[in-house]
Every structure is written in C-alpha cells, then in structure tokens.
C-alpha cells in the first residue's frame, strides 16, 4: 500500500488567498484525521471523519477553515481566506476501526504551508 | 480534559548509552498511550502502544516503555541509543475518542 497521501507536500501562498489541502487515506480505513503542527502550539487535532461524515471538528480554529469527505479515498482542507498565522505543517492521517479503540494512525508527510 | 505532558523539550545522549524520554498525562481513566517518532521534514510513525494488560511493552527499532498508574506516566526507554534514533518523540493518548492528544515532543540529539 503506498500509505497515505497528501497534496501539495509544499505551499507558499499570500495572505488572503484560498489555500486546499489534499488527502488520500489508505484503503480500508474508515477514520480520517486532520492535524495541524506549529511550534507555539505543537500537534493538534483538527477535525475527524467517520465513514466520510465529521465526528469531531472542535478543534477547526475558525470559520475560514472548512474540511471535507466527499467519499472513502478522499479527504480536503481549506483554508479561505489564508493568514500568515496559518503557516503551519498539515498532517493527514487515517485509521480503521476493526479491532476496537485505540488502532494505530497512519501519518502521510504533510503539507507545509507557508503564508506570506 | 486530558493532557500529555513531556517535561524535556530537548535531551542529547551519546551513541550507545540507554535511554529514558518522560511522559505524563492527565485523564480520569486509565487511556490508551503511544509513542510516536518524527524524522526531519517527514511524518509521524508509531514504535508502540499500550492498551492493557502487561504494563511493559515492545515496540519496534529496540523501544520499550513502561505504564505505570501510580504515576500516570508511559517513559520510552532505550538501552543503548543509536544515531539514526535522532528525532523527535511524541507521546499521545486516546481516551477512546479515536483521536490522539499529543504532548509537545522531545528532540533527541546523539552524540557520536
């Protein structure tokens, strides 16, 4: 299995503009998960999706941020508009539910993104 | 809420010594704990996990770690290090939500 996926693994955009993350999870897994990584704040869960639907999206910082599932090998982050406070690296992950709570996460290799 | 707390931002060993990375956490239950490693410019990877039972774990590359209640503490050991261990570490837990809590990492250095 190639793991998961993330695109772009870099993004240099300007304040104001739309930014879209891109994820594809390993096949077979059911959960899918958005984190974001800074040096203030370190590993934060963003958002978490269940069979495609949003379980868990506390930890979104604000309305400039939407996350989508339309199906089972594809996942979005947006960011509209973009913020230098934004720049931060995205790692997507996913898991399966087989076996009970607690199953490993998968990590792709992130998106770093730099706002200027 | 729970909270994972690793009290060493930054700790550097020579290649062959052990050791120890310190991690706490706070929740009412006993969770479900990892350790994860994080290579430069790269993703996260797990070494181990707890979730019950025997309270000393393997996991890969030589890592172990230990759950103790009493202490609510899950430390990674190593007994002799080697320089591609150079990374950072996260402890994580889930209390059953499915999505992990992480700790704020500890950068390890190795000395040749």
């Known amino acids: 299995d190639a793991g998961v996926i993330q695109s772009p693994r870099h993004e240099v955009t300007e304040m104001g503009q739309e930014v879209t993350l891109r994820c594809k999870p390993i096949s077979g897994h059911d959960y899918l998960f958005w984190y974001r990584q800074t040096m203030m704040r370190g590993l934060e869960l963003l958002i978490y999706?269940?069979?495609?639907?949003?379980?868990?999206d506390s930890g979104m910082p604000e309305d400039r941020f939407s996350a989508k599932m339309p199906n089972a090998s594809f996942s979005t982050l947006k960011i509209q508009p973009s913020e230098p406070r934004d720049s931060a690296v995205y790692f997507c992950?996913?898991?399966?539910?087989?076996?009970?709570?607690?199953?490993?996460?998968?990590f792709g290799p992130g998106t770093r993104l730099t706002v200027l | 809420a729970q909270s994972v707390t690793q009290p060493d931002i930054h700790i550097t060993v020579s290649e062959g010594a052990s050791l120890e990375l310190r991690c706490n956490y706070s929740y009412g239950a006993t969770p479900y704990l990892f350790w994860y490693v994080q290579s430069p410019g790269q993703g996260l990877q797990l070494l181990l996990k707890?979730?019950?039972?025997?309270?000393l774990v393997q996991g890969i590359k030589g890592f172990e770690a230990e759950f103790k209640r009493s202490q609510s503490s899950f430390n990674l050991r190593k007994p002799s290090v080697h320089w591609s261990d150079a990374a950072e570490y996260f402890c994580a837990l889930d209390t059953g939500r499915r999505a992990l809590t992480f700790g704020s990492g500890t950068r390890l250095q190795v000395q040749p």
């Open positions: 707890y979730f019950s039972g025997d309270t």
């Open positions: 999706f269940n069979n495609n639907v949003p379980i868990d």
């Open positions: 992950a996913s898991s399966r539910s087989t076996g009970g709570v607690g199953n490993e996460q998968f």
